[in-house]
């Protein structure tokens, strides 16, 4: 047999799997993708409800989610230590782990939660004002900022059952069960969705709120998923077995608390300084005026709809590996690390096409101006065309985080966002006259570097550990 016919196969072998594998990857992957993409799917049409009240209505609760999205984050990171430990317990079939990692992530949030509150609550206008630059039009900045604060000041009270839900959900996936927290994010959704309209413009009776209604419905959508989520848990402990007794004692045994805190420090840190991080190119490119901060919140939007699929590839990747390496098998764990990376970087292509030819079309929807439009357009091109370097490194941070060297990805994520990303958009944005868009494209197209470190480090293996044996 020819030798580069041979290569093919052996590459096709390390990077195509059998049905039975996808059958494996689907079953964790689709409920995750659902579950995000309706709620990915319901946050367009808040932005675009939001949107038809008007660009400063918009701008103001864009910084705000931009700032509550750093608060999520914290929350990730944070029961994310505890969940690489519930994983590979699973893996062990060790309940009685399970329920001490479930307890950690419930009193880490609520740390989290008071942090958080008060310094929403003591400096939220000094946060929202360091996105509002419009030396044209100094009104729209009072206005923004104003719709802002209404906003903010809401949305504090669904920090308590998004970090809740979240500890409840992310302990489901952890042991394999996906369908729970996705039926209640689904539930929520419509929930949020349908008060957005009745709160937002005021129908059927109810009030016109406009920010401050949008901010309502989240809130109580946030309320009834976890409702949903606990009731569901609590009532079915002969499958979910961990929370069979997890609230007869409050207890953590401290050795594994020190476990997961050193651990787990290095991820709540991480996606602490990374959401900072994209909360900062956010502001960087807000310099360029108010209408960039407008196109940039549609761009997100829509752009987190349309990679759903590939950013929940992370959080099945984390799952279907910590699970193999908790079991001590570390050949397996190789193995699907390479297949779950292919099967990634294939559907970022398939969203790259649809993302191209729909990009020109969303914006048109939004009450705003053409110049925000076309803004907005551009930034979904280049994030369209940036989506394989996104699945790549997506992929390798959950891979490298599934064995436990939080260190490592650490310095693979929010290091390189701080290191590179940051100070490239920074100095493009303060010391060129390059167009936003253009400067935009440089600082994605920076993830090449990024690309590189993390094939190394998965082909190396740095992170095949079981820490749970």
Request: with cysteine; charged share 10%.
């Amino acid at each position: 047999m020819p030798r580069d016919l041979r290569d093919r196969r052996s590459l096709r072998a390390a990077l195509i799997g059998d049905r039975a594998f996808y059958a494996m990857v689907l079953s964790i992957l689709v409920p995750i993708i659902i579950q995000n993409a309706i709620t990915n799917f319901v946050n367009l049409l808040d932005n675009i409800m939001v949107g038809q009240v008007g660009t400063e209505q918009m701008s103001g609760v864009s910084i705000v989610n931009q700032l509550m999205f750093v608060f999520n984050l914290c929350v990730f990171g944070g029961i994310s230590g505890a969940g690489i430990f519930s994983a590979q317990f699973y893996g062990a079939n060790n309940q009685e782990g399970v329920r001490h990692c479930f307890r950690y992530k419930l009193y880490l949030c609520a740390i989290l939660i008071t942090a958080a509150a008060v310094i929403f609550l003591t400096g939220g206008e000094a946060l929202i004002s360091r996105f509002l630059h419009d030396e044209a039009d100094p009104g729209r900045i009072a206005v923004t900022l104003g719709y802002g604060l209404d906003y903010l000041h809401v949305m504090i009270w669904g920090m308590l059952p998004f970090a809740v839900t979240q500890s409840y959900a992310s302990t489901l996936r952890e042991c394999g069960e996906t369908k729970l927290p996705m039926t209640a994010g689904i539930v929520a959704v419509f929930v949020n969705l349908i008060f957005n309209y009745l709160l937002i413009f005021g129908h059927l009776g109810f009030p016109r709120l406009g920010v401050r209604g949008a901010a309502i419905a989240t809130v109580l959508s946030r309320f009834v998923e976890l409702a949903i989520v606990v009731i569901g848990t609590h009532t079915n402990t002969d499958r979910y077995r961990f929370a069979r007794g997890v609230y007869r004692s409050l207890r953590v045994p401290g050795a594994l608390v020190r476990q997961i805190t050193v651990k787990g420090m290095p991820l709540l840190i991480n996606e602490s300084l990374w959401s900072m991080g994209m909360t900062t190119l956010v502001q960087c490119y807000s310099i360029r005026g108010l209408d960039v901060v407008a196109a940039m919140n549609i761009s997100s939007t829509v752009s987190n709809l349309f990679a759903v699929a590939i950013l929940s590839m992370g959080s099945a990747t984390a799952i279907i590996v910590g699970q193999s390496l908790g079991a001590n098998d570390m050949a397996r764990a190789k193995d699907q690390a390479w297949k779950l990376i292919a099967f990634s970087l294939f559907l970022s292509l398939m969203t790259l096409l649809v993302m191209l030819a729909v990009a020109p079309l969303i914006p048109r929807v939004y009450q705003t101006s053409e110049a925000v439009r076309q803004l907005a357009t551009r930034f979904l091109w280049i994030y369209a065309f940036c989506l394989p370097l996104i699945s790549f490194c997506n992929s390798s941070y959950f891979i490298l985080r599934s064995g436990g060297k939080t260190l490592i990805t650490f310095l693979f994520d929010s290091g390189y966002t701080w290191l590179i990303s940051v100070p490239v958009a920074w100095c493009l944005v303060h010391l060129t006259s390059l167009p936003v868009a253009t400067i935009y494209l440089l600082v994605q197209l920076a993830d090449i570097i990024k690309c590189a470190f993390g094939y190394v480090l998965v082909r190396k293996g740095v992170w095949m550990h079981n820490i749970v044996g």
